[in-house]
C-alpha cells in the first residue's frame, strides 16, 4: 500500500499529456466529424520541431514552445485548407483513408528529413530528482504537468469565452444554420483543425522535453487518444480530460499491480468496457451522431 | 509506369539470357529495418557494412570486381523481411544475403535463403534457437544472449559484488532471453533475484515500474534494452533517486547511448561484444575510419555490420567464385580478424572466439573493465 501514492502521482502525470494530446484529437472529432488517423504525427512533428528549435535555433524552452505552437497551428491550417477540405461532407470513409496516407507521409518525410535517431529537447529547468514525502517527482515534470495544465485551461477559454469558440460551437452544433447565420464555417473548421493539431503538438514537445521524440512514436500516441476519446466520449472536453487522467492512473495501477509487460492492454480493456456499459462515453449526452 | 514494368521485363528477360558471372559486381543483399521503432539501430547496421564494403573495394573488390551492397528495408517484420529477400534473390540476383536484424526477423527469412541455398550471414540476431534449427546456409556472426551471460555471470557476482539483483527487459524474445540467461547464471552464482519485470518497445515512462524497483531495494539491476528505451529509463533511475548499480545489455557503450543518457550514463556498466574503446590497433584504425566516415564513434551495431560484411567478402574471395555452395563452404572455415577479436563459426554456424567486454561509463566514455573471449557453445 506504500507504493500507492507514487502510483496515483505517476498516473495523473501522464494522464495529463494524455489529456492534452486527446483534447485536440476530440475537437477535430467532435466538430468536423474527421477521424484524425495523423493525429499520433502531429504529435510526434510537435516533439520534433521543438528539437530544431531549442537544438539548433537555441530558443529556450518557452520561446520554443511559442514558435513550435505557431508553426503547427500554421500546418495544422493548411493540412485543412489544402487536404481535409476536399473530402469535407463525403462521410467519414474518405477522411480516414487520407489521414492514414497523411500519417505515413509525415512519419517517412520526418525519417528522411532527420533520420530515426531519438532527439531530445532541451528542458527548460534541471533534471533531478524531487521528493514530496514518498513520492519522487522531477520539477521538469512539474513543470511541464503546469504547462499542460495551462493549455487545458487555455483551451477551455478559447472555446467558451472568444467569438471564435462561439463559432466553434455553434458550427458543432448544426453546420448548415450556422453557415445562414454569418459564420464562414469553412474558416471555423480550418481553426479547429489547427487547433488540435498545435494541441498534439504541444503536448508531444512537453513530453519530448522529459522523454525524446522519434519519427515512429505516433501510432502509439494515436491509439492512446483514441482510447481516451472514447473512454470521456466523442467531442466531450470534460471527458477528455477525464478519460486522459483515468487512463494515466489505470496505466500506472496496472503496471503496478499487475504488469508493466501487458500496460499497453489496459487502454483497450477500459474501451471494452466502456463499449459495452457505456457506449456513449463518460461523459458524451451525444450519441446520435457519434 | 510503362517504362518500370518494360524496364523489369527487359531486365528479367536479360538476367534470364546472360548468366549470373556476366554482372560486373559481386552483389550482396543486406536486409535491415530502415523504418519502424529499431530504424535507428539498423541505420548503425548498414553505415558498418557500407564501410566494410567501401574497404573491399578501395584494396581492390573481390574476384576481380566491385562488392554492391544492395540494402533492402525489411523493417524487423518477418513479412517484410521475407519480400526483401524474395527481391534481392529474384530481381538482384545476390550471391549471398545478410541480415536481419530482429531474430523473429531472422527466422523467418532463414527457410528463403536455405530455400534458394543463398549463404545467410546475421551480425545481430542473437536468439539462441536460431543455430539450433540445423540449416546448413545460415552464420551467426554475433554473441547470443546465453553465452554472454556465461561470460560475464562471474565477472558481475564477484567484482561488483552484487548480492541482490532486479531484472528488467524489453518484452520480446531478445529482451526476455537475456533477462533468463543472466538470471539463471547469476542465481547460480548465489545472487538473489528481487524483481523481474518487462517492458513494451517504445515505452517512454517507467517511473511505475521504478516505484516497485524502490520498493524491492535490489543493490543491482540488470536491464536488456536498446538505445531509446535503456536510456530513457536509466535516465529515470536517477530522476528516481536511485543510487543503485546498473549495468545492461544492448547498444550501451555507443556514443548515441551515451549522448542521450547524459549525466545519468556515469558509472553504469555494459556488457557488449564491442566497444570503441576496444584497445587493439586493427580497433584503432575501424574507429577512426568509422568516425572519419559518419562523424561519431562506432557501437555495437556498426561494427556488427561492418563485421559481417567482411566475413562475406573474405569468404567470397576464398570461394573463387559466386556459387553458393562454394561461398557456404568457405564461410565454414571462417578465421575473421575483426576489430573485436577472431570470429570463427561451430559446425552449427555460431561464431566463437571473439571478445566481449564488460564496461563502465566514465566521463562520458565507455571504459572497458573486463574483456573476456567468448566460448563457442557447448
Same mark, same amino acid.
Given at each position: 500500500?506504500?507504493?500507492?501514492?507514487?502510483?496515483?502521482? /505517476?498516473?495523473?502525470?501522464?494522464?495529463?499529456?494524455?489529456?492534452?494530446?486527446?483534447?485536440?484529437?476530440?475537437?477535430?472529432?467532435?466538430?468536423?466529424? +474527421?477521424? /484524425?488517423?495523423?493525429? $499520433?504525427?502531429?504529435?510526434?512533428?510537435?516533439?520534433?520541431?521543438?528539437?530544431?528549435?531549442? /537544438?539548433?535555433?537555441?530558443?529556450?524552452?518557452?520561446?520554443?514552445?511559442?514558435?513550435?505552437?505557431?508553426?503547427?497551428? &500554421?500546418?495544422?491550417?493548411?493540412?485543412?485548407?489544402?487536404?481535409?477540405?476536399?473530402?469535407?461532407?463525403?462521410?467519414?470513409?474518405? $477522411?480516414?483513408?487520407?489521414?492514414?496516407?497523411?500519417?505515413?507521409?509525415? +512519419? /517517412?518525410?520526418?525519417?528522411?528529413? +532527420?533520420?530515426?535517431?531519438?532527439?531530445? +529537447?532541451?528542458? &527548460?529547468?534541471?533534471?533531478?530528482?524531487?521528493?514530496?514525502?514518498?513520492?519522487?517527482?522531477?520539477?521538469?515534470?512539474?513543470?511541464?504537468?503546469?504547462?499542460?495544465?495551462?493549455?487545458?485551461?487555455?483551451?477551455?477559454?478559447?472555446?467558451?469565452?472568444?467569438?471564435?469558440?462561439?463559432?466553434?460551437?455553434?458550427?458543432?452544433?448544426?453546420?448548415?444554420?450556422?453557415?445562414?447565420?454569418?459564420?464562414?464555417?469553412?474558416?471555423?473548421?480550418?481553426?479547429?483543425?489547427?487547433?488540435?493539431?498545435?494541441? &498534439?503538438?504541444?503536448?508531444?514537445?512537453?513530453?519530448?522535453?522529459?522523454?525524446?521524440?522519434?519519427?515512429?512514436?505516433?501510432?502509439?500516441?494515436?491509439?492512446?487518444?483514441?482510447?481516451?476519446?472514447?473512454?470521456?466520449?466523442?467531442?466531450?472536453? &470534460?471527458?477528455?480530460?477525464?478519460?486522459?487522467?483515468?487512463?494515466?492512473?489505470?496505466?500506472?495501477?496496472? $503496471?503496478?499491480?499487475?504488469?508493466?509487460?501487458?500496460?499497453?492492454?489496459? $487502454?483497450?480493456?477500459?474501451?471494452?468496457?466502456?463499449?459495452?456499459?457505456?457506449?456513449?462515453?463518460?461523459?458524451?449526452?451525444?450519441?446520435?451522431?457519434? | 509506369?510503362?517504362?518500370?514494368?518494360?524496364?523489369?521485363?527487359?531486365?528479367?528477360? %536479360?538476367?534470364?539470357?546472360?548468366?549470373?558471372?556476366?554482372?560486373?559486381?559481386?552483389?550482396?543483399?543486406?536486409?535491415?529495418?530502415?523504418?519502424?521503432?529499431?530504424?535507428?539501430?539498423?541505420?548503425?547496421?548498414?553505415?558498418?557494412?557500407?564501410?566494410?564494403?567501401?574497404?573491399?573495394?578501395? @584494396?581492390?573488390?573481390?574476384?576481380?570486381?566491385?562488392?554492391?551492397?544492395?540494402?533492402?528495408?525489411?523493417?524487423?517484420?518477418?513479412?517484410?523481411?521475407?519480400?526483401?529477400?524474395?527481391?534481392?534473390?529474384?530481381?538482384?540476383?545476390?550471391?549471398?544475403?545478410? #541480415? @536481419?536484424?530482429?531474430?523473429?526477423?531472422?527466422?523467418?527469412?532463414?527457410?528463403?535463403?536455405?530455400?534458394?541455398?543463398?549463404?545467410?550471414? =546475421? #551480425?545481430?540476431? *542473437?536468439?539462441?534457437?536460431?543455430?539450433?534449427?540445423?540449416?546448413?546456409?545460415?552464420?551467426?556472426?554475433?554473441?547470443?544472449?546465453?553465452?554472454?551471460?556465461?561470460?560475464?555471470?562471474?565477472?558481475?557476482?564477484?567484482?561488483?559484488? !552484487? =548480492?541482490?539483483?532486479?531484472?528488467?527487459?524489453?518484452?520480446?524474445?531478445?529482451?526476455?532471453?537475456?533477462?533468463?540467461?543472466? *538470471?539463471?547464471?547469476?542465481?547460480?552464482?548465489?545472487?538473489?533475484?528481487? !524483481?523481474?519485470?518487462?517492458?513494451?518497445?517504445?515505452?517512454?515512462?517507467?517511473?511505475?515500474?521504478?516505484?516497485?524497483?524502490?520498493?524491492?531495494?535490489?543493490?543491482?539491476?540488470?536491464?536488456?534494452?536498446?538505445?531509446?528505451?535503456?536510456?530513457?529509463? %536509466?535516465?529515470?533511475?536517477?530522476?528516481?533517486?536511485?543510487?543503485?548499480?546498473?549495468?545492461?545489455?544492448? *547498444?550501451?557503450?555507443?556514443?548515441?547511448?551515451?549522448?542521450?543518457?547524459?549525466?545519468?550514463?556515469?558509472?553504469?556498466?555494459?556488457?557488449?561484444?564491442?566497444?570503441? *574503446?576496444?584497445?587493439?590497433?586493427?580497433?584503432?584504425?575501424?574507429?577512426?575510419?568509422?568516425?572519419?566516415?559518419?562523424?561519431?564513434?562506432?557501437?555495437?551495431?556498426?561494427?556488427?555490420?561492418?563485421?559481417?560484411?567482411?566475413?562475406?567478402?573474405?569468404?567470397?574471395?576464398?570461394?573463387?567464385?559466386?556459387?553458393?555452395? @562454394?561461398?557456404?563452404?568457405?564461410?565454414?572455415?571462417?578465421?575473421?580478424?575483426?576489430?573485436? #577479436?577472431?570470429?570463427?563459426?561451430?559446425?552449427?554456424?555460431?561464431?566463437?572466439?571473439?571478445?566481449?567486454? !564488460?564496461?563502465?561509463?566514465?566521463?562520458?566514455?565507455?571504459?572497458?573493465?573486463?574483456?573476456?573471449?567468448?566460448? @563457442?557453445?557447448?
Amino acid at each position: 500500500m506504500d507504493l500507492f501514492p507514487q502510483f496515483l502521482a /505517476n498516473g495523473l502525470v501522464m494522464g495529463v499529456f494524455y489529456a492534452l494530446s486527446a483534447l485536440g484529437l476530440t475537437l477535430i472529432f467532435g466538430l468536423m466529424r +474527421v477521424v /484524425n488517423f495523423a493525429h $499520433g504525427e502531429f504529435y510526434m512533428l510537435g516533439g520534433v520541431s521543438g528539437w530544431f528549435v531549442t /537544438n539548433y535555433l537555441g530558443l529556450d524552452f518557452f520561446s520554443g514552445l511559442i514558435v513550435v505552437a505557431a508553426f503547427m497551428a &500554421a500546418v495544422g491550417w493548411l493540412v485543412d485548407r489544402f487536404l481535409i477540405e476536399r473530402v469535407r461532407g463525403q462521410g467519414e470513409e474518405p $477522411g480516414i483513408l487520407l489521414t492514414i496516407g497523411l500519417s505515413i507521409f509525415l +512519419v /517517412n518525410g520526418t525519417l528522411l528529413l +532527420v533520420g530515426p535517431a531519438p532527439m531530445k +529537447v532541451a528542458g &527548460a529547468v534541471a533534471e533531478g530528482p524531487l521528493f514530496f514525502g514518498p513520492i519522487a517527482v522531477t520539477k521538469l515534470r512539474l513543470l511541464a504537468v503546469g504547462v499542460g495544465i495551462a493549455l487545458i485551461v487555455g483551451a477551455h477559454l478559447l472555446i467558451r469565452r472568444t467569438r471564435l469558440g462561439a463559432a466553434m460551437r455553434a458550427t458543432f452544433q448544426d453546420p448548415m444554420a450556422a453557415s445562414l447565420a454569418g459564420i464562414r464555417t469553412g474558416h471555423v473548421y480550418a481553426a479547429t483543425f489547427a487547433l488540435g493539431c498545435t494541441l &498534439a503538438a504541444l503536448s508531444g514537445m512537453l513530453l519530448a522535453s522529459i522523454y525524446s521524440a522519434q519519427a515512429s512514436v505516433g501510432g502509439l500516441i494515436s491509439l492512446k487518444s483514441f482510447v481516451v476519446v472514447i473512454l470521456g466520449g466523442m467531442g466531450s472536453f &470534460a471527458g477528455a480530460i477525464a478519460g486522459g487522467l483515468l487512463l494515466g492512473v489505470a496505466e500506472a495501477m496496472w $503496471g503496478g499491480y499487475v504488469s508493466m509487460g501487458m500496460v499497453d492492454v489496459i $487502454g483497450f480493456v477500459l474501451v471494452i468496457l466502456i463499449l459495452l456499459f457505456r457506449p456513449q462515453g463518460l461523459f458524451s449526452i451525444r450519441t446520435e451522431r457519434a | 509506369m510503362r517504362n518500370v514494368v518494360l524496364g523489369g521485363l527487359l531486365l528479367t528477360g %536479360v538476367a534470364a539470357s546472360v548468366p549470373a558471372q556476366a554482372q560486373d559486381t559481386v552483389r550482396i543483399g543486406l536486409v535491415q529495418p530502415l523504418t519502424g521503432s529499431v530504424a535507428y539501430n539498423g541505420k548503425s547496421v548498414v553505415e558498418g557494412a557500407r564501410l566494410a564494403v567501401e574497404e573491399m573495394n578501395a @584494396a581492390g573488390g573481390v574476384l576481380g570486381k566491385k562488392i554492391e551492397l544492395i540494402v533492402e528495408d525489411g523493417q524487423c517484420t518477418p513479412a517484410n523481411s521475407v519480400n526483401a529477400v524474395e527481391k534481392l534473390v529474384q530481381k538482384d540476383k545476390v550471391v549471398t544475403l545478410v #541480415g @536481419a536484424f530482429c531474430s523473429s526477423a531472422t527466422a523467418a527469412i532463414m527457410p528463403v535463403a536455405q530455400k534458394y541455398k543463398l549463404p545467410l550471414i =546475421t #551480425g545481430v540476431s *542473437s536468439k539462441a534457437s536460431l543455430t539450433e534449427q540445423g540449416n546448413p546456409y545460415f552464420f551467426r556472426a554475433a554473441e547470443t544472449d546465453a553465452l554472454m551471460a556465461e561470460a560475464f555471470a562471474k565477472i558481475l557476482a564477484n567484482d561488483l559484488k !552484487l =548480492t541482490k539483483v532486479a531484472y528488467i527487459g524489453v518484452n520480446d524474445d531478445w529482451g526476455r532471453g537475456g533477462v533468463e540467461e543472466f *538470471s539463471r547464471d547469476l542465481t547460480a552464482l548465489g545472487v538473489k533475484t528481487v !524483481l523481474t519485470e518487462y517492458f513494451d518497445h517504445g515505452a517512454t515512462d517507467f517511473f511505475t515500474l521504478l516505484t516497485k524497483l524502490r520498493a524491492a531495494k535490489p543493490d543491482g539491476v540488470f536491464v536488456a534494452a536498446e538505445t531509446q528505451d535503456g536510456s530513457i529509463l %536509466v535516465k529515470q533511475i536517477r530522476e528516481m533517486g536511485l543510487d543503485t548499480k546498473v549495468f545492461g545489455v544492448g *547498444s550501451w557503450a555507443t556514443a548515441d547511448f551515451i549522448n542521450l543518457t547524459g549525466e545519468a550514463a556515469e558509472g553504469i556498466h555494459a556488457a557488449v561484444p564491442y566497444a570503441s *574503446s576496444m584497445d587493439t590497433p586493427r580497433n584503432q584504425t575501424f574507429v577512426q575510419k568509422y568516425q572519419a566516415k559518419y562523424g561519431i564513434k562506432p557501437g555495437k551495431y556498426g561494427a556488427a555490420g561492418y563485421n559481417a560484411l567482411n566475413i562475406a567478402g573474405q569468404a567470397i574471395a576464398r570461394a573463387g567464385g559466386t556459387d553458393a555452395e @562454394a561461398i557456404r563452404a568457405s564461410l565454414a572455415k571462417t578465421s575473421y580478424e575483426a576489430p573485436n #577479436g577472431v570470429y570463427k563459426f561451430t559446425d552449427k554456424g555460431q561464431a566463437y572466439g571473439f571478445d566481449a567486454v !564488460l564496461v563502465r561509463i566514465e566521463k562520458g566514455e565507455p571504459k572497458v573493465i573486463a574483456s573476456t573471449p567468448v566460448d @563457442a557453445p557447448h
